[in-house]
């Protein structure tokens, strides 16, 4: 990934480091923007007490997930369950996350965007297809392809068959005090 980075932003300079343990001094960041990957850390209290240590007084720290627990009928969850507890794993609550980074001085503001809908089983089907959602790489082989033969049959005893889902975006301002 870094290697596509470089080929296609030439004015940045890139670092491969663990988010707990990163190569910068004290006070170094104005600010640090996270999208989709505080789902990835192994080390999440240690990744934010070392977001803490490089930003900078008065910076600001941006997370944007997914919240996982506001959106139980989202339809990867229906044709692959366990895919739920695999999230459940990884995903904080809305909660932990306001209070681990108001324990490490910084003023917070969480808010979710919720969305309910009807989605297309076809479209939806494109992206399980692809395995390209993280959590699809977490279940099993047998769990995965039994949820898209699920998916590839309603689509074929009903082209235009849909589920109604809901979709839940975290987003997270945290400003370093």
């Known amino acids: ?61 941006k997370m944007h997930n997914i919240a996982i627990h506001e959106m139980k009928n989202w339809w ?42 009807a989605a297309k089983v076809s479209e939806l089907l494109k992206y399980a297809e692809n395995r390209d959602i993280s959590v699809l790489t977490l279940i099993s082989d047998e769990e995965y392809y039994k949820g898209l033969e699920r998916m590839r049959n309603e689509v074929s005893n009903e082209p235009e068959a849909k589920v109604v889902c809901d979709f839940a975006e975290l987003f997270c301002i945290g400003i370093k005090l």
């Open 76 to 117: 990867v969850y229906k044709y692959f369950p366990s895919a739920y507890d695999e999230d459940l794993k990884r995903y904080w609550e809305k909660d932990r996350i306001f209070n681990e980074l108001s324990m490490r001085g910084f003023e917070v503001e969480i808010f979710i965007e919720y969305k309910l809908q």
């Open 1 to 61: 990934m870094l290697k596509i980075a470089r080929e296609k932003v030439t004015n940045a300079n890139f670092v491969n480091a663990l988010a707990e343990n990163m190569p910068y001094e004290p006070n170094y960041f104005d600010c640090i923007v996270n999208n989709y990957a505080f789902m990835h850390f192994t080390k999440k209290l240690e990744a934010l007490d070392e977001i803490t240590r490089v930003l900078k007084k008065n910076g600001l720290f």
